[in-house]
């Protein structure tokens, strides 16, 4: 929202509004985490957000592209719902952090067995932080339980890169 405000107060209240439905959105995951982990079950009735869903990250900055290629129809839940996070954890990492970024492009491919991710900025590259963020943790630790990979680094040509593949099935 402030990086939109003084040229475009209109969408700086989109991008509150999208933040607004992820923060309750997050909650209701929160509060059902910790059902699951009282009770030993829940149901969950909330919609979902999935790869359907990643041109919603583009109301978050004008900055922000996302290009789908491959099959990515009939994805399982959980991988569908893990595209999406980590691909919101990147933008908004990109949007927060990144140097003079004029686009931060969102790619996702659908191949034999796998969804691959990448989320690029093209800012000023910087050195790594010294201890690794909640964020990039929990894109990895998403990405594992499914049987995946997340990995993200400063680019050498620029900016920060998140790459992500996930398997098409999910383990049981």
Same mark, same amino acid.
């Given at each position: 929202?402030?990086?939109?405000?003084?040229?475009?107060?209109?969408?700086?209240?989109?991008?509150?509004?999208?933040?607004?439905?992820?923060?309750?959105?997050?909650?209701?995951?929160?509060?059902?985490?910790? %059902? *699951?982990?009282? #009770? @030993?079950? =829940?149901?969950?009735? !909330?919609?979902?957000? &999935?790869? $359907?869903? +990643?041109?919603?990250?583009?109301?978050?900055?004008?900055?922000?592209?996302?290009?789908?290629?491959?099959?990515?129809?009939?994805?399982?839940?959980?991988?569908?719902?893990?595209?999406?996070?980590?691909?919101?954890?990147?933008?908004?990492?990109?949007?927060?952090?990144?140097?003079?970024?004029?686009?931060?492009?969102?790619?996702?491919?659908?191949?034999?067995?796998?969804?691959?991710? %990448? *989320?690029?900025? #093209? @800012?000023? =590259?910087?050195?790594? !932080?010294?201890?690794? &963020?909640? $964020?990039? +943790?929990?894109?990895?630790?998403?990405?594992?339980?499914?049987?995946?990979?997340?990995?993200?680094?400063?680019?050498?040509?620029?900016?920060?890169?998140?790459?992500?593949?996930?398997?098409?099935?999910?383990?049981?």
């Amino acid at each position: 929202g402030r990086a939109v405000a003084a040229n475009d107060p209109a969408l700086a209240v989109e991008a509150l509004a999208v933040i607004e439905a992820e923060a309750s959105r997050t909650l209701y995951e929160m509060r059902t985490m910790v %059902r *699951v982990l009282r #009770d @030993g079950d =829940a149901v969950d009735y !909330a919609p979902q957000r &999935g790869v $359907g869903d +990643l041109d919603e990250l583009t109301r978050m900055s004008p900055l922000v592209r996302v290009h789908r290629t491959g099959d990515l129809d009939d994805l399982p839940q959980p991988v569908e719902r893990a595209v999406y996070r980590i691909c919101q954890e990147s933008v908004t990492n990109a949007i927060r952090h990144s140097l003079n970024a004029t686009v931060v492009t969102v790619g996702i491919t659908g191949d034999v067995g796998v969804v691959r991710l %990448r *989320v690029h900025d #093209d @800012g000023e =590259a910087t050195r790594p !932080a010294t201890t690794v &963020g909640y $964020g990039l +943790l929990g894109m990895a630790e998403r990405a594992k339980l499914l049987g995946g990979t997340c990995q993200a680094w400063p680019d050498p040509a620029g900016g920060w890169t998140v790459e992500a593949t996930l398997p098409r099935e999910v383990p049981r």
